[in-house]
């Protein structure tokens, strides 16, 4: 199987999955069990694990908090924004292309209330900073947009949309899932309030993941989503899962930006001999900054449904893992403009430190067949060659 499907979840690393088999085995102690020594040899290991994530994301460990994932973390980051400021104001800001577990979660904010704003993107899945400016209101309490999309790896300009929300002195949080790991992130020096992370995207166990907050004069105010016991500050309760939170902590321990340029290298690889092997290809937003790891491929005329399951040997994807069960064109392709037709006919492949380049070249061969034998089949095909559609 060649795995060309990073961005939905990747490969544990071996050192990720070493460093957490001893809080599997002999160290399971419960971290809030401080009193006894297996207790307290989680505890330190999950203290550890919280200071290599700020060290790579250089901020302080206090301002690193645990949960299951990037989905809870932005169920958190938004219902608990909403509770707590919807008295000074209901207004957010967001845009269409966002991932499901924001667009779902404000869906439900936007029925007890909260006013929606989505700011458009162009076709290549840019928002306009001064559409975004022009947007802000007195009430808007937050602007929710993220540093990397998962379809299509389109970077927004987070600095920028940082600036701006300070200057309103609105909050910022951006779902920086897919971006951590891959490109390198410097939050001391951004405006970011807040943002999260989810260990699978990088090499990690699956099933955790955090927020970073900032820790300002004026602490944001953030109403818990998960209560229970004083865990996380009393933020996020639960018992803590040691192992895969030494997990995350080793897989931020070890991604290294030399990784950057080795996923850059085999993306642009992957693209030029793609275009140069079939026609009528093209690749989704090719010309702006986007994803070392992600080229988003439209085959003219081949369904992307039909295209996966001719490619038994290839683990790919038409778009995000939550919806992939969906018969419905991207909502990001189509909020680019894109059509319908287009956009069913759209493939996303994502790379990893593990992906090589001889695996490219039989993806490829194997792809170039597949497209071939699909096109031959479809008189929709036929008619576009003759010039008569
Ligand atoms: N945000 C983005 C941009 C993602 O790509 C994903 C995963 O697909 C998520 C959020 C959800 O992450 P998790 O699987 O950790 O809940």
């Not at 200071?51 to 645990?66: D, Q, R, W």
């Not at 702006?288 to 994807?317: D, Q, W, Y």
């Amino acid at each position: 199987m060649i795995y060309l499907d990073n961005n939905a979840t990747t490969r544990i690393d071996d050192e990720v999955f070493e460093a957490m088999l001893p809080y599997l085995k002999e160290s399971y102690g419960n971290a809030s069990s401080i009193q006894h020594k297996l207790g307290r040899e989680a505890n330190q290991a999950i203290e550890e694990a919280r200071k290599k994530i700020a060290s790579y994301l250089g901020v302080s460990p206090k301002e690193i908090y645990f949960t299951s994932g990037a989905t809870e973390a932005i169920n958190w980051v938004l219902r608990g924004i909403f509770a707590r400021y919807q008295s000074i104001g209901k207004h957010i800001i967001t845009a269409k292309t966002e991932h499901k577990a924001v667009l779902s979660t404000l869906e439900i904010l936007a029925k007890q209330g909260a006013e929606i704003t989505f700011l458009q993107v162009d076709s290549n899945g840019n928002i306009s900073l001064d559409e975004l400016e022009s947007q802000i209101r007195k009430d808007t309490i937050l602007i929710s947009l993220m540093a990397a999309n998962n379809e299509t790896g389109v970077i927004h300009p987070i600095t920028e949309i940082g600036n701006l929300a300070k200057k309103h002195n609105i909050l910022f949080f951006s779902d920086t899932t897919q971006l951590i790991g891959k490109e390198s992130i410097e939050l001391n020096k951004s405006n970011i309030d807040i943002c999260c992370f989810s260990a699978h995207k990088m090499h990690g166990p699956k099933g955790v993941g955090g927020i970073f907050i900032r820790r300002k004069s004026r602490p944001i105010q953030l109403e818990p989503l998960i209560t229970g016991g004083k865990q996380e500050n009393g933020m996020r309760g639960g018992t803590y899962n040691t192992a895969s939170i030494v997990g995350i902590g080793k897989a931020f321990s070890i991604a290294s930006s030399h990784e950057t340029e080795q996923l850059l290298s085999l993306r642009n690889y992957f693209e030029e001999k793609i275009i140069q092997t079939i026609e009528n290809c093209s690749v989704h937003a090719k010309a702006v900054p986007r994803l070392g790891n992600t080229s988003n491929i439209h085959f003219k005329h081949v369904k992307s449904s039909e295209l996966m399951s001719a490619l038994t040997n290839i683990a790919i994807s038409s778009g995000s893992a939550c919806v992939s069960g969906d018969r419905d064109p991207s909502h990001v392709l189509t909020a680019m403009g894109i059509a319908s037709d287009d956009a069913l006919c759209s493939v996303r492949f994502s790379f990893s430190k593990y992906t090589t380049k001889e695996e490219l070249d039989t993806a490829i061969q194997s792809i170039e067949a597949a497209v071939k034998k699909i096109r031959n089949q479809s008189p929709i095909w036929q008619l576009y060659k003759a010039n008569l559609i």
